[in-house]
């Protein structure tokens, strides 16, 4: 901050001018809400952890039996409170399963389809996995959390929100590498939503593959 010494000082005779100048050095804008950038490098950020964290395990096949590491794209329909509509876009998953049935997932949503106003929704989100397998299906429950972004109506705003969830579903499996993911089914509570506290529940279908 510039302090301008001496007796005469030309902003004094401007009060406004010289209020704004004196704040000038202490206030700072509001920086915009992040975009998708920030969630990618976050979710990017997981993932690592959870790879690094599936080796270490892998290096105990002992206690945890290996790490099998699968990914896949799904289609996915959700009902959103906020706007009170359906929206339809894609998904992509990473799991991470140890043989004792537990495992962690990790999805990036986008909701771009059937907007009304210009509405939509992506999320990041990654948490723990549990699993049962009877013959070729595989049922599973999960937990997860992360980051939601949001698209107000007309593009009036954009912000980011912690996103929890709960969910599970039902896979299919075709052959030793390829399952169908029948059925994928997530309750989203988003506890910090501008407008209040705000949930979101939707269903999604798709294929998931096998990685190694």
Known sequence: MIRLIGTFNPLRKSPRLWTLFRCRGSVKPRPEPGGVTRPFAMIL????????????QAAHPVNFGGVTYSAGVTAS??????????????????????????????????????QFENIHAATYLIGPRYRMTIGRFQTYAKGLAGVGEFNFNDNNGRGSYLVAAAGGGVD????????????????????????GAMTSYGVSSGIRVKVF
């Open 77 to 114: 329909g959700y009902y959103v409170q906020f706007g009170e509509r359906t929206l339809f876009g894609l998904t992509g998953f990473a799991d991470a399963d140890i043989k004792h049935r537990l495992g962690a997932e990790a999805e990036a949503r986008w909701l771009v389809f059937n």
């Open 172 to 195: 299919y499996r075709l052959n030793h590498r390829i399952q169908l993911r029948l059925a994928d089914f997530e309750y989203q509570f988003w506890p910090e939503f501008t407008e």
């Open 45 to 56: 950020a997981l993932c690592l952890g959870m790879h690094l964290t599936a080796l270490s």
